[in-house]
Every structure is written in structure tokens, then in C-alpha cells.
């Protein structure tokens, strides 16, 4: 199956608190995870990727959360800023090409 | 990383023609990638150009359709031919140089078809 499951669609998140999206995937032979944001107007950036054999990545105020068993991913933005608002993408690797996620519209409120 | 840069950065296309975007990196990248985002989706792949060789489309897109030239290591094109209402779309390029884990996407290309 060479999907990637995305929740929620949208997210509201008061000033300095934390935002989570969630991803799921049925197809063990992903093998990388990467996360990209978009802003309105612009292409998607590569934020933070992990590795399937990591059970957690962090840079700065964004963390990543892997369960291989469970086959589901998390980013985590602590500290949520108002800059932060964008669309979020999770994205799993197979073979030379990446399937996304359906997307996250952050909301992140002064 | 990489720099990219997409022309044009939009666009306002009379149903029936034919719009040609053009994509160009700032340093020499093997595998190169086109997009489709529809207003507020995800994106949808639509192929694959790596120099050298012809382009490797996904189901649902034809050469027909979406011809795209990939003459060097830096630079490709994708032509939205006799375009309809139905292809208004951000149109996107992306670079890979990690063999399929990393892609840096271009700033994209808004079409709209009247």
C-alpha cells in the first residue's frame, strides 16, 4: 500500500503551545521520513527527516516521534509562533520517489 | 541543498494552447522530478527526468500531455499541452541528489486556464 495517512487536516494552536500532526504508512519498505512545510505561495521545504531505526529527531523546536512497530510517525512543533503557520507535508520514501501525506494547514494564533 | 528557480511563475492560458515551464538548478543534479499541486492538495507526481534517458510518468499522466525535455544536468521543461480549465494548477520541479530520500522543490509555477 503506497500511502501515507495525514492528521488532522488543519490544526489551531495558541502562541507557545505545541502542534502535532500525525502520519501513518502501511508499507514497511519505506525506509526514510522526511517533513517539508510550505507557506502560501511557495514550494514545499525540506524541515526534518528521520530514519526508520531512530525512535526520535530533534532541531530546535521541531521533533520527530517514530513507532516502527506501530508504523506511524509525529511532528511535534514546541513553542508554536505565529511564523509557523503553513501547510505541514509528512512523506515516506520508496525507492527513488516520495509519497506524501495529505497535508496539515497549522494555524498558530498571537 | 539547491537552488532552484522556475519559469514562468504564473500564468493565464487560454483553454486549448499550450504552456511550456521551465525549471533550472543551480548546480548539476541527476534526478529531477514534476509536480502538480491542485489549490490546498498534496502533490501529485507526475514524472521523473533523469538526463539521458526519457521521462518516467506515473498513472493517470501521458507524454502526450505532459512532454518534458531534460537536454542537461541542470535545466528540464514541462509543457502543458492543449490545456483545459481542468490542468489550472501549481506546477512544481524538484531536485533529488541523495538517490530518492531528499527533494528540493522550485518556487513552482500558477497556471490558470480560462
Known amino acids: 500500500q503506497q500511502q501515507v495517512k495525514q492528521s488532522p487536516q488543519s490544526l489551531i494552536v495558541q502562541k507557545g503551545g505545541i502542534s502535532i500532526i500525525n502520519c501513518a504508512y502501511e508499507?514497511?519498505?519505506?525506509?526514510?521520513f522526511p517533513w517539508y512545510q510550505q507557506f502560501p505561495g511557495k514550494g514545499p521545504a525540506l524541515l526534518i527527516a528521520?530514519?526508520?531505526?531512530?525512535s526520535e529527531k530533534k532541531e530546535g523546536r521541531f521533533t520527530i516521534s517514530f513507532n516502527k512497530s506501530a508504523k506511524q510517525f509525529s511532528l511535534h512543533i514546541m513553542d508554536s509562533q505565529p511564523g509557523d503557520s503553513a501547510t505541514y507535508f509528512c512523506?515516506?520514501?520508496?525507492?527513488?520517489?516520495?509519497?506524501f501525506g495529505t497535508g496539515t494547514r497549522l494555524q498558530v494564533f498571537p | 541543498s539547491a537552488v532552484i528557480s522556475q519559469k514562468p511563475s504564473r500564468d493565464i492560458c487560454q483553454r486549448g494552447t499550450s504552456l511550456t515551464i521551465q525549471c533550472q538548478v543551480d548546480?548539476?543534479?541527476?534526478?529531477m522530478f514534476w509536480y502538480r499541486q491542485q489549490p490546498g492538495q498534496s502533490l501529485t507526481l507526475i514524472a521523473t527526468?533523469?538526463?539521458?534517458?526519457?521521462?518516467?510518468?506515473e498513472s493517470g499522466f501521458v507524454i502526450d500531455k505532459f512532454p518534458i525535455s531534460r537536454p542537461n544536468l541542470t535545466f528540464s521543461t514541462l509543457t502543458v499541452s492543449n490545456m483545459s480549465p481542468e490542468d489550472s494548477s501549481i506546477y512544481l520541479c524538484?531536485?533529488?541528489?541523495?538517490?530518492?530520500?531528499?527533494?528540493?522543490f522550485g518556487p513552482g509555477t500558477r497556471l490558470t486556464v480560462t
Open positions: 528521520i530514519r526508520p531505526d531512530v
Open positions: 508499507n514497511t519498505a519505506f525506509d526514510y
Open positions: 527526468a533523469n538526463q539521458g534517458s526519457e521521462a518516467t510518468y
Open positions: 524538484s531536485v533529488d541528489r541523495t538517490g530518492g530520500y531528499e527533494q528540493y
Open positions: 548546480s548539476q543534479v541527476t534526478m
Open positions: 512523506a515516506a520514501n520508496f525507492g527513488d520517489k516520495l509519497i
